[in-house]
């Protein structure tokens, strides 16, 4: 089909051919603690998770699912000691991703070395290092522990996976400098809108209010009654932490959301998000329980809404942009430093760059057309 004179063309361009280099998360740690392997499909592969019988805590094996013998499925087998077991010959291979034992041979070969992935446990999740340059995993660039999170301080984990199938994990990470979507698809007045990138971290600076014109169970955080004051810092390419500030009819409430992600292939991702909430003073467990119960359940609806955004739309590496859309371009040229050789990072990739959108236009509009709803919609009931 060929463009009209003076259209501009829509560039849907090509997923990247590598995965991003960086810390990734595999879930809470709990999750694999129990004494089976566990498979987890991420980079176009299936990996191996489990953890050594004799190891401490927070020690695990991360390896290639497939045993370099025969290919048998790792994640089939059994934990025996230390050693994940094929169950196609009982090869047994180790966290270092050494073949340890071959019950039936006299000797293991030499070169009986598989790929390993080293790990971490930060804030009660499972962390591993991806790198295709197959560096050694940089503990700089690891998120920060979160002071009193996994003690009686806060409520235990509420920790959602939905898989996303059709779209690259860059439109999840599109969201950091999106402010107008926060009107339109979850329901919100952003009235302050900030972002700051640096180095390998990048942060949104964002306060909002719901809007009166939509019911508090539209989903998203369309309560008029709720008004959000947010950080949110993605450390490295999969894993944002999102301290928020909620108060609820001047019910303040301290949370902290945890947005990670593992690319599973070209055009998808498994979406991994988890809530935690400062138990305030005064309220037994179970009020606690309730109120984390049902923020997970607000921030869970935000992410199906991006969902069913991502899964409809077509992808877009020149987008037509406004002032008030924010740094588009500057984000995702810092998110392509992962996707790139370290030699290859270019200053302007990791330079400080801060942008603040103006919300002054788009809330005049957007209060006018929330009244103008609000009329309506009266003016319908009387009607009826």
Same mark, same amino acid.
């Given at each position: 089909?060929?463009?009209?004179?003076?259209?501009?063309?829509?560039?849907?361009?090509?997923?990247?051919?590598?995965?991003?280099?960086?810390?990734?998360?595999?879930?809470?740690?709990?999750?694999?603690?129990?004494?089976?392997?566990?498979?987890?499909?991420?980079?176009?592969?299936?990996?191996?998770?489990?953890?050594?019988?004799?190891?401490?805590?927070?020690?695990?094996?991360?390896?290639?699912?497939?045993?370099?013998?025969?290919?048998?499925?790792?994640?089939?087998?059994?934990?025996?000691?230390?050693?994940?077991?094929?169950?196609?010959?009982?090869?047994?291979?180790?966290?270092?991703?050494?073949?340890?034992?071959?019950?039936?041979?006299?000797?293991?070969?030499?070169?009986?070395?598989?790929?390993?992935?080293?790990?971490?446990?930060?804030?009660?999740?499972?962390?591993?290092?991806?790198?295709?340059?197959?560096?050694?995993?940089?503990?700089?660039?690891?998120?920060?522990?979160?002071?009193?999170?996994?003690?009686?301080?806060?409520?235990?984990?509420?920790?959602?996976?939905?898989?996303?199938?059709?779209?690259?994990?860059?439109?999840?990470?599109?969201?950091?400098?999106?402010?107008?979507? +926060?009107?339109?698809?979850?329901?919100? +007045?952003?009235?302050?809108?900030?972002?700051?990138?640096?180095?390998?971290?990048?942060?949104?600076?964002?306060?909002?209010?719901?809007?009166?014109?939509?019911?508090?169970?539209?989903?998203?955080?369309?309560?008029?009654?709720?008004?959000?004051?947010?950080?949110?810092?993605?450390?490295?390419?999969?894993?944002?932490?999102?301290?928020?500030?909620?108060?609820?009819?001047?019910?303040?409430?301290?949370?902290?959301?945890?947005?990670?992600?593992?690319?599973?292939?070209?055009?998808?991702?498994?979406?991994?998000?988890?809530?935690?909430?400062?138990?305030?003073?005064?309220?037994?467990?179970?009020?606690?329980?309730?109120?984390?119960?049902?923020?997970?359940?607000?921030?869970?609806?935000?992410?199906?809404?991006?969902?069913?955004?991502?899964?409809?739309?077509?992808?877009?590496?020149?987008?037509?942009?406004?002032?008030?859309?924010?740094?588009?371009?500057?984000?995702?040229?810092?998110?392509?430093?992962?996707?790139?050789?370290?030699?290859?990072?270019?200053?302007?990739?990791?330079?400080? +760059?801060?942008?603040?959108?103006?919300?002054?236009?788009?809330?005049?509009?957007?209060?006018?057309?929330?009244?103008?709803?609000?009329?309506?919609?009266?003016?319908?009931?009387?009607?009826?």
């Amino acid at each position: 089909m060929t463009a009209a004179a003076g259209a501009r063309v829509l560039d849907r361009g090509l997923a990247p051919e590598r995965y991003a280099r960086g810390w990734h998360c595999a879930g809470l740690a709990d999750t694999f603690r129990d004494g089976r392997p566990h498979a987890i499909e991420t980079f176009g592969a299936k990996l191996v998770v489990w953890q050594p019988a004799g190891a401490d805590p927070d020690t695990f094996g991360v390896l290639d699912g497939y045993c370099r013998h025969m290919g048998g499925d790792l994640t089939q087998g059994q934990v025996k000691g230390d050693e994940v077991a094929c169950p196609f010959h009982d090869w047994r291979w180790g966290a270092d991703g050494r073949c340890k034992q071959i019950p039936y041979a006299r000797r293991v070969p030499l070169r009986a070395r598989t790929q390993r992935y080293e790990t971490v446990v930060r804030n009660g999740q499972l962390l591993f290092w991806h790198d295709p340059e197959g560096s050694a995993a940089d503990h700089d660039l690891l998120p920060p522990e979160l002071p009193g999170v996994g003690t009686d301080a806060y409520t235990e984990w509420f920790w959602e996976t939905v898989e996303i199938e059709g779209s690259h994990c860059r439109e999840l990470i599109d969201n950091v400098v999106d402010m107008a979507h +926060f009107y339109y698809v979850h329901f919100a +007045f952003p009235t302050s809108f900030r972002n700051v990138f640096e180095g390998t971290r990048a942060t949104q600076f964002m306060e909002s209010k719901g809007r009166p014109d939509k019911a508090a169970d539209a989903g998203g955080y369309s309560d008029v009654d709720m008004v959000l004051r947010s950080e949110a810092t993605y450390y490295g390419p999969a894993y944002m932490i999102n301290w928020l500030e909620v108060d609820y009819k001047g019910f303040v409430t301290e949370v902290i959301l945890i947005n990670c992600h593992l690319p599973t292939g070209p055009d998808s991702f498994t979406l991994q998000y988890g809530i935690t909430v400062k138990k305030p003073e005064g309220l037994d467990d179970k009020t606690t329980q309730y109120i984390a119960k049902r923020y997970a359940e607000m921030f869970g609806s935000g992410f199906l809404q991006d969902v069913h955004i991502w899964q409809n739309k077509a992808p877009v590496q020149n987008p037509l942009l406004c002032e008030e859309d924010g740094p588009v371009y500057q984000l995702r040229r810092w998110y392509e430093q992962f996707y790139v050789d370290v030699a290859d990072i270019a200053p302007d990739m990791v330079a400080r +760059f801060e942008f603040e959108v103006d919300t002054t236009k788009a809330n005049e509009f957007w209060h006018e057309e929330v009244a103008e709803n609000l009329r309506r919609r009266e003016a319908e009931g009387v009607a009826g």
